[in-house]
């Protein structure tokens, strides 16, 4: 009787480190493209203001070669420099971290009420 017990448990161990597996690896996935859509948004939205990488970087108060880390992918945006883009940008942190398609959603919602 213990044996089967000790198997079916371990069955469910097993089906819980899966299970966990799966899901980090969905949460990076989706961080990653949450990543990759903030930046395209930061960059979309300098490139409407007709400003260059190195001038964004000195209002932000850092060098070039951080923020091209940044929208390369190196490094990560704190929170606060995040929060600074956003407001030199004159847009919300929420604009800035939603992706294309919630971006034209909330467009059309907008159009048609």
Known sequence: MQSQQKSSLNRQ???DKAYLMNYYVYV?????????????????ERI?????????????????????NWINEV????????????KILDVTM??????STEIERSRENEKFG
């Open 13 to 15: 161990i097993n089906i």
């Open 75 to 86: 490094r990560d945006i704190p929170s606060r420099k995040l929060q600074r883009l956003a």
């Open 94 to 99: 929420e604009y800035l971290l939603e992706s």
């Open 48 to 68: 409407k203001r007709k400003i260059t990488q190195g001038q964004l970087a000195m209002k932000i108060g850092v060098s070039h070669k951080t923020y091209y």
């Open 28 to 44: 990076r996935n989706n961080e990653s493209e949450v990543r990759s859509q903030t930046l395209a948004n930061i960059e979309k």
